[in-house]
């Protein structure tokens, strides 16, 4: 099983900073790493599939990279909306997993 | 639009039984694989299960693998997944999800459903 390792854990920005969140996995899963975006109460969305491709409606203040075992989702200006937890999750093979999370938080 | 609507849950005792249904609409249901995915209220998200879209493929967690089966009904637009010799440490929302093409993800997602297992 392939096992991810997200940090920081919580990351705590103001509106207007510059995110980057991590993600690195225990053994390489080439390109096939997904992000996700998760806030209370609510499912997860997409945000970026095969590492670096942002999914449908996705804005372009997310952007992806990473390949083989580490991973980073940044976000350019943190919008207000944009506070919540995030998870990678590794698709390249079979069990499917996911990071622990990262909590962005308002300073 | 597609929409993802889970139906089954509830409290269930130990070593019990539920059945868990995924009604699909708004997209070629049999031409996308789907997956269930779980989550401990506060907790960060564990996949379950997966199946083709056809339903010849299917996988799951080694935490369910010969409790749970995934399956699905095509012509109904429909995705289950059966849950027996539940145990405390199954209590989750329980997600479907749509996979987005491929196998790179889940696009879409249910509003979830909360399977609580105690006596």
């Known amino acids: 099983e392939i096992v991810l390792t997200q940090s920081p854990a919580t990351l705590s920005l103001s509106p207007g900073e510059r995110a980057t969140l991590s993600c690195r996995a225990s053994?390489?899963?080439?390109?096939?790493l997904a992000w996700y975006q998760q806030k209370p109460g609510q499912a997860p969305r997409l945000l970026i599939y095969?590492?670096?491709n942002r999914a449908t409606g996705i804005p372009a203040r997310f952007s992806g990279s990473g390949s083989g075992t580490d991973f980073t989702l940044t976000i350019s200006s943190l919008e207000p909306e944009d506070f919540a937890v995030y998870y990678c999750?590794?698709?390249?093979?079979?069990?499917?997993?996911f990071g622990q999370g990262t909590k962005v938080e308002i300073k | 639009e597609v929409q993802l609507l889970e139906s089954g849950g509830g409290l269930v005792q130990p070593g019990g039984s539920l059945r868990l249904s995924c009604a699909a609409s708004?997209?070629?249901?049999?031409?996308?694989?789907m997956s269930w995915v779980r989550q401990v209220p506060g907790k960060g998200l564990e996949w379950v299960s997966a199946?083709?879209?056809?339903?010849?493929?299917?996988y799951y967690a080694d935490s369910v693998k010969g409790r749970f089966t995934i399956s699905r009904d095509n012509f109904k637009n429909t995705l289950h997944l059966q849950m027996n010799s539940l145990r405390a440490e199954d209590t989750a929302v329980y997600y479907c999800?749509?996979?987005?093409?491929?196998?790179?993800?889940?696009?879409?997602w249910g509003q979830g459903i909360l399977v609580t297992v105690s006596s």
């Open positions: 199946i083709g879209g056809s339903g010849g493929l299917t």
């Open positions: 999750q590794q698709c390249n093979s079979w069990p499917r997993t």
């Open positions: 053994q390489s899963v080439s390109s096939y």
């Open positions: 708004g997209f070629t249901f049999s031409s996308y694989a």
């Open positions: 095969d590492a670096s």
């Open positions: 999800a749509k996979d987005s093409s491929g196998w790179k993800g889940w696009d879409y």
